[in-house]
């Protein structure tokens, strides 16, 4: 009997593949965005030295929007840059974590780059 593969079987093929290609480093670390039902967050990666060296949810205190929207995409993308700025980081690789590059994650995106995060 054949299986048919879930939709979260798919998104983590799609991750794995990119994953395999973009790598973060020291200077030019990863920026990962998951989303969950309730949550957004945004995490910027050293992958060389396995550290995380900024992070970003819906769950900090200086997010206003505490759900799992475009608004609440966009004060998580907007408040990871202004951090990352904060340690000098200012290119990164944007990696959506076998997502599609719309809704919730384009917003994320386009909030850091407003910020002024380079991808």
Do not use: W
């Amino acid at each position: 009997m054949l299986s048919r593969k879930t939709k979260t079987d798919k998104r983590l093929a799609r991750q794995k593949r990119v994953r395999a290609k973009i790598k973060g480093t020291a200077t030019c670390p990863r920026l990962s965005v998951y989303k969950s039902l309730n949550n957004i967050y945004a995490q910027i990666i050293d992958d060389e030295a396995a550290v995380t060296l900024v992070s970003a949810s819906t769950l900090d205190a200086d997010v206003k929007t505490k759900a799992s929207n475009i608004e609440a995409a966009k004060e998580v993308g907007a408040l990871v840059a202004k951090r990352a700025l904060e340690k000098n980081i200012e290119t990164v690789v944007f990696d959506r974590n076998g997502n599609l590059y719309h809704g919730k994650v384009k917003e994320l995106a386009e909030a850091a780059r407003a910020a002024g995060l380079k991808f």
